[in-house]
């Protein structure tokens, strides 16, 4: 049932206007470009379908639209809907008028809409009224569904891993990404949905109320995500390039990564499993502690820039990750004794990673085994709750003055 008649009307007025438009344009020699789509699943056969590109040539074309008169009489209109304001944050760019935001987030997504549904620009009323009755869903419902997916890559999962807050690693469906964004085949990762380490996507999930102007933050969300699936799961683990966001289910908007999360270390594949899944969703909640915590801060940031770079930088980062996260002033060597205590099970393994440590930089052999142990110190320290009372609690190991602080990890296990 259409609530707004007159809002109706005008942007029924509108996209007429825009199909005359094109129309004119395609009898003029231009022509709507197909994509030929493979739709790839693993352990399943291939299949390919053409489909218009209309959101393309649309898009293309737009500009051409916003002088109108039929543009702005619809303009004028959506103004007037207070509920508008969150689609006009959608592809805002630099400071953009309140006219050039509804055209973008509202006025272009409703036109490409019912010209899919049209799969052309053959008109069809009820491909409008379908597309419209979907627009007044969202902006006249009690609240609105927030998504944002990336693609994920570098480890394999056999379930769905909640990560908390409306975040998890789940399965990708075949051709999911392509339905509502075309142009998915191309920027996802080379070979995303058929290699065993590339069917697994990052999701956000919100429930917003219906007075929110500002969608989340999910390129920040999901990079936090990314980071405690690194510490988790210790492996080659990237999302993006981009997000493909959506608002009450229709496409919403497509966002960078942050390029720490959209670059894939280099490694070997992983699996999350249950139990790893559970860390890293603990870790994500806790890497807020770093707001309040600088040193712990700079300790996430050079592990994690370590991942990607060579000898002798790849060392240098870790040794300051290390003096962040325990040397409190004291260095490294203070840092690399703390770590010895803190991980060590018996005096010579404690030994032996003191050795690794404190080579670091010194000892290419020993890289491998250090970079591990400076990703289970930040493990560690996450779970723990408070790096400087666990320093204090080493160091009265160290003296001989108190036990051995037990290991958060291995709690998590045995719960």
Same mark, same amino acid.
């Given at each position: 049932?259409?609530?707004?008649?007159?809002?109706?009307?005008?942007?029924?007025?509108?996209?007429?206007?825009?199909?005359?438009?094109?129309?004119?344009?395609?009898?003029?020699?231009?022509?709507?470009?197909?994509?030929?789509?493979?739709?790839?699943?693993?352990?399943?056969?291939?299949?390919?379908?053409?489909?218009?590109?209309?959101?393309?040539?649309?898009?293309?074309?737009?500009?051409?639209?916003?002088?109108?008169?039929?543009?702005?009489?619809?303009?004028?209109?959506?103004?007037?809907?207070?509920?508008?304001?969150?689609?006009?944050?959608?592809?805002?760019?630099?400071?953009?008028?309140?006219?050039?935001?509804?055209?973008?987030?509202?006025?272009?997504?409703?036109?490409?809409?019912?010209?899919?549904?049209?799969?052309?620009?053959?008109?069809?009323?009820?491909?409008?009224?379908?597309?419209?009755?979907?627009?007044?869903?969202?902006?006249?419902?009690?609240?609105?569904?927030?998504?944002?997916?990336?693609?994920?890559?570098?480890?394999?999962?056999?379930?769905?891993?909640?990560?908390?807050?409306?975040?998890?690693?789940?399965?990708?469906?075949?051709?999911?990404?392509?339905?509502?964004?075309?142009?998915?085949?191309?920027?996802?990762?080379?070979?995303?949905?058929?290699?065993?380490?590339?069917?697994?996507?990052?999701?956000?999930?919100?429930?917003?109320?219906?007075?929110?102007?500002?969608?989340?933050?999910?390129?920040?969300?999901?990079?936090?995500?990314?980071?405690?699936?690194?510490?988790?799961?210790?492996?080659?683990?990237?999302?993006?390039?981009?997000?493909?966001?959506?608002?009450?289910?229709?496409?919403?908007?497509?966002?960078?990564?942050?390029?720490?999360?959209?670059?894939?270390?280099?490694?070997?594949?992983?699996?999350?499993?249950?139990?790893?899944?559970?860390?890293?969703?603990?870790?994500?909640?806790?890497?807020?502690?770093?707001?309040?915590?600088?040193?712990?801060?700079?300790?996430?940031?050079?592990?994690?820039?370590?991942?990607?770079?060579?000898?002798?930088? %790849? @060392?240098?980062?870790?040794?300051? *990750?290390?003096?962040? $996260? =325990? #040397?409190?002033?004291?260095?490294?060597? !203070?840092? /690399? &004794?703390?770590?010895?205590?803190?991980?060590?099970?018996?005096? %010579? @393994?404690?030994?032996?990673?003191? *050795?690794?440590?404190? $080579? =670091? #930089?010194?000892?290419?052999?020993?890289? !491998?085994? /250090? &970079?591990?142990?400076?990703?289970?110190?930040?493990?560690?320290?996450?779970?723990?709750?408070?790096?400087?009372?666990?320093?204090?609690? =080493?160091?009265?190991?160290?003296?001989?003055?108190?036990?051995?602080?037990?290991?958060?990890?291995?709690?998590?296990?045995?719960?």
């Amino acid at each position: 049932m259409i609530r707004s008649q007159h809002l109706h009307r005008s942007l029924r007025c509108f996209c007429l206007g825009a199909f005359a438009v094109f129309t004119a344009d395609l009898e003029g020699g231009d022509d709507l470009p197909f994509a030929f789509e493979e739709h790839g699943s693993y352990g399943r056969p291939t299949l390919y379908e053409y489909r218009p590109l209309v959101r393309g040539f649309v898009e293309a074309r737009a500009d051409r639209l916003a002088g109108r008169e039929d543009t702005r009489a619809a303009l004028d209109d959506l103004r007037r809907e207070p509920a508008a304001a969150i689609f006009a944050r959608a592809h805002a760019g630099s400071k953009p008028s309140e006219e050039q935001a509804l055209f973008r987030s509202v006025l272009v997504p409703l036109l490409v809409r019912t010209a899919e549904g049209c799969g052309g620009f053959d008109w069809d009323d009820g491909a409008f009224d379908r597309a419209y009755v979907e627009l007044e869903s969202s902006l006249y419902g009690e609240g609105h569904a927030y998504g944002a997916v990336a693609p994920l890559v570098g480890l394999s999962a056999g379930a769905v891993v909640d990560l908390g807050d409306g975040i998890r690693v789940r399965a990708v469906a075949g051709g999911e990404l392509a339905a509502h964004w075309p142009e998915a085949t191309r920027l996802a990762p080379e070979g995303f949905g058929r290699e065993p380490d590339r069917l697994c996507v990052l999701e956000l999930e919100r429930s917003l109320p219906r007075q929110t102007a500002d969608p989340p933050d999910a390129s920040a969300e999901l990079a936090d995500a990314v980071t405690a699936l690194r510490l988790a799961a210790a492996g080659p683990i990237a999302a993006g390039p981009v997000l493909f966001e959506r608002l009450d289910w229709r496409p919403y908007g497509i966002r960078p990564v942050l390029p720490i999360s959209a670059t894939a270390p280099a490694g070997d594949p992983t699996r999350l499993d249950v139990f790893r899944g559970r860390v890293a969703a603990e870790l994500r909640e806790r890497l807020l502690l770093a707001d309040e915590d600088p040193d712990l801060g700079e300790a996430l940031d050079r592990w994690e820039l370590s991942l990607f770079q060579a000898e002798p930088f %790849r @060392s240098e980062q870790l040794r300051a *990750a290390l003096t962040a $996260a =325990l #040397g409190s002033g004291d260095g490294l060597w !203070a840092g /690399a &004794a703390r770590a010895a205590v803190l991980l060590g099970e018996d005096g %010579r @393994s404690r030994a032996e990673l003191l *050795a690794r440590l404190s $080579a =670091l #930089g010194k000892d290419p052999a020993a890289v !491998a085994a /250090a &970079a591990d142990a400076v990703r289970r110190v930040l493990v560690e320290l996450l779970l723990h709750g408070d790096r400087r009372s666990l320093i204090e609690l =080493l160091d009265g190991s160290l003296l001989g003055v108190r036990p051995r602080p037990e290991s958060r990890l291995a709690l998590a296990a045995a719960r």
